[in-house]
């Protein structure tokens, strides 16, 4: 019969990153009911433990049982009702998912827009904001198609000034930049698991102020989708007595229990420095390798993401082609207009580790000078190492 027999690789893509061995043995961990008062306290763990990665104390903190997608579904099925209006923030692929999924739960959308690689500019949220009544302001903080990190503060303060809520994807964010949802003024953030978590797909943390809370109890309609209705699986996830919802993915949350344990095992400060000591190394590096990054401020570089062009005449498939079957190293390609001019390089979570920006700069450079690509050898390691050294 077929055997199960995935092979070994390095994660260095956009996501799914490398998963911890105590997480993937997690989810080995023997099945228990989802009503087991043994499974309501790990429910609980969980939620502790993901409310300082949001850097938030909201109540409403839990991880949806689907992914990124279905938090950002999440936070628009019930925030939004039929004609609301919504502000959103386009600057890569997930800004635009970001329309479709607000209008497809019934807003009427503005979309306020940036170049892809560059990060939106209050000045122009501020103009936008004025010319209507908005519900909501919805904006990407680390956009994965672009590697742009998105500063947040005034867009924040812009929003609040005007009764809007303030929804914030944090998808690629959590757990590789600082989100601090209570101190920026976040309302509603959804994220990801297979990030910077390193945690297997499968899971949408997401959380919810008493502002946003306050906004699905005073509805006038109800939620439309009736598996990501809030208040109903709040009733699951919090209160003394506990109500079936939906038949939790116990593995996934054993899996996210301990990927969240060893982060705050790490620390969340050790974490963050490892991913911005990390980020700079390989974005030195493959600076000294003479390729162009493609976010030009350095500060709206991702650490968790670094994107890079392909240089003219190299062929974007082939390398990556053969950075998997050669080393066995995930990187991403380019989506929408970047398809085939970049590539997408994590290092996320359990895969940013110094062992793997050398390897991955060390095999680029083998690869690039085969192609007959002109690089000075060894000078993306040494500006790498200076990083480290520094
Ligand atoms: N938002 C961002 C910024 C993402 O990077 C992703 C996935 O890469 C998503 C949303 C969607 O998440 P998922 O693919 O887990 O549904």
């Not at 110094?354 to 095999?363: E, F, G, I, P, Y």
């Amino acid at each position: 019969m077929y055997q199960l027999n995935p092979p070994q690789r390095i994660l260095l893509g956009p996501g799914p990153s490398d998963v911890h061995p105590q997480t993937l043995q997690a989810q080995a961990l023997p099945l228990i009911g989802h009503m087991d008062p043994a499974f309501i306290q790990i429910m609980n763990e969980v939620a502790e433990m993901l409310r300082p990665v949001f850097g938030t104390k909201n109540h409403l903190t839990l991880p949806i049982s689907a992914t990124g997608s279905a938090g950002m579904e999440t936070v628009f099925v019930n925030l939004i009702e039929p004609g609301d209006k919504a502000l959103i923030c386009v600057n890569g692929l997930f800004g635009e998912r970001m329309t479709d999924v607000a209008a497809r739960c019934g807003a009427e959308v503005t979309r306020v827009e940036a170049p892809w690689g560059e990060a939106i500019d209050p000045a122009q949220v501020a103009e936008a904001i004025k010319k209507d009544k908005f519900k909501v302001v919805g904006i990407v903080h680390a956009e994965t198609s672009t590697g742009v990190k998105q500063p947040l503060e005034e867009i924040a303060k812009i929003a609040h000034d005007h009764g809007a809520l303030f929804v914030v994807d944090c998808v690629t964010s959590i757990g590789g930049i600082p989100i601090e949802a209570d101190k920026v003024g976040i309302d509603a953030a959804y994220a990801g698991t297979q990030k910077c978590l390193s945690a297997p797909p499968g899971l949408s943390p997401v959380t919810f102020n008493d502002r946003a809370v306050d906004v699905i109890m005073n509805r006038k309609t109800k939620v439309q989708s009736w598996y990501l209705d809030l208040s109903m699986i709040a009733k699951y996830w919090g209160g003394t007595t506990r109500v079936y919802h939906h038949t939790a993915p116990i593995s996934s949350i054993y899996a996210i229990h301990a990927a969240l344990r060893l982060i705050h095992e790490e620390g969340l400060e050790n974490v963050f420095a490892r991913h911005a000591k990390n980020g700079l190394a390989l974005q030195k590096g493959l600076e000294a390798m003479g390729l162009k990054l493609v976010v030009e401020n350095p500060d709206h570089r991702l650490p968790e993401l670094t994107t890079v062009y392909v240089p003219e005449g190299i062929a974007d498939a082939e390398v990556r082609s053969r950075l998997l079957h050669e080393y066995s190293i995930e990187i991403g390609g380019g989506l929408g207009v970047f398809a085939g001019k970049i590539w997408r390089i994590g290092l996320m979570g359990h895969s940013c580790r110094k062992r793997n920006v050398l390897l991955v700069l060390s095999a680029l450079e083998s690869i690039l000078s085969g192609l007959g690509y002109k690089c000075e050898k060894g000078a993306a390691m040494a500006a790498a190492e200076a990083v480290y050294a520094g």
